[in-house]
């Protein structure tokens, strides 16, 4: 069970709490509390949801505990009718060697998904960083399918804007050059 | 951009993910065929995908695995 799940349940902790050690300590509160439940689990969902929904609740928990907030509210813009409007439009696919070689790219990476909302960043871990399907993440997070499929669009456009700051080529001079140095 | 890159920006991902029907899917490419400014939005949005994909994941650190498992032999063997 350790092996197979803890590296999502991991990962679901330190995106939410974006700090390790937090990460490692809901890790253990999960699995402590899944051993201590494990004859209450009756297998109507697979033992794989019932532990990341454990793990989301211990650090939801969590974060409503801390009095400020970490998250901050880097959505792309909306529209009236509620659609998101991209800001930036230049395309920076061609990612130079230096960048996917280095350490740099994760660092700007962990750094731009920190920047989502809490809400959106479960979604996009659980969807995109760890590969569940659409119905496993909405039965974790409690969410109806419709509204996984309108957070992880809404997370990927927030992130897609965070990382053409970074990544395009007009990006990489003057001031961004310096927040493009400490990413790293 | 124009009400056409609106829809075409809110059908993205489900485009990406394969989930779009056919004619929508035509539609879109039909759109992005003759908009730069949507192309580079799916080419980027893609990309960015595809980065989370094969560097966004974390190892849960050896150290911290070796914890894990000392708490929780202490738990069963209680
Ligand atoms: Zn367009």
Redesign the interface.
């Known amino acids: 069970m350790?092996e197979r799940h803890?590296?999502t349940v991991?990962?679901l902790a330190?995106r939410l709490m974006n700090n390790?050690q937090e990460a490692?300590e809901v890790?253990?509160e999960t699995?402590?509390s899944a051993?201590?439940a494990l004859d209450r689990f009756e297998g109507r969902s697979k033992l794989g949801t019932w532990l990341y929904r454990i793990a989301y609740n211990a650090a939801l928990m969590r974060l409503r505990k801390r009095r400020v907030p970490t998250s901050s509210i880097d959505e792309p813009l909306l529209?009236e009718d509620g659609?998101?409007?991209?800001r930036q439009?230049?395309?920076?696919?061609s990612?130079p060697d230096e960048i996917l070689l280095s350490g740099e790219?994760?660092g700007v990476?962990d750094e731009a998904?920190a920047k989502l909302s809490e809400t959106l960043r479960g979604v996009?871990?659980l969807r995109?960083?760890?590969?569940l399907s659409t119905a496993e993440t909405a039965a974790i997070l409690d969410l109806t399918e419709a509204n996984v499929?309108v957070r992880?669009?809404r997370a990927?456009?927030a992130?897609?804007e965070q990382?053409?700051t970074y990544f395009a080529p007009t990006g990489r001079v003057g001031a961004r050059g310096g927040a493009y140095v400490r990413a790293v | 951009?124009s009400v056409l890159c609106?829809e075409t920006?809110?059908m993205?991902?489900?485009y990406l993910d394969g989930e779009l029907d056919e004619q929508l899917c035509a539609e879109l490419e039909r759109h992005m065929a003759e908009c730069g400014?949507c192309r580079?939005?799916v080419?980027?949005?893609?990309?960015?995908?595809a980065?989370?994909?094969t560097?966004?994941?974390?190892?849960?650190?050896a150290d911290?695995?070796a914890?894990?498992?000392a708490?929780?032999s202490l738990?069963?063997g209680s």
């Open positions: 350790v803890s590296g991991y990962n330190l390790p490692e890790l253990q699995f402590i051993y201590r529209t659609e998101a409007m991209p439009l230049v395309d920076w696919t990612l790219l994760r990476l998904v996009f871990v995109d960083i760890e590969g499929k992880l669009h990927r456009l992130l897609r990382l053409t | 951009m609106r920006l809110g993205l991902s489900e400014d580079v939005v080419d980027t949005l893609r990309k960015t995908v980065l989370y994909h560097h966004g994941h974390r190892d849960v650190p911290a695995k914890r894990l498992y708490v929780l738990e069963t």
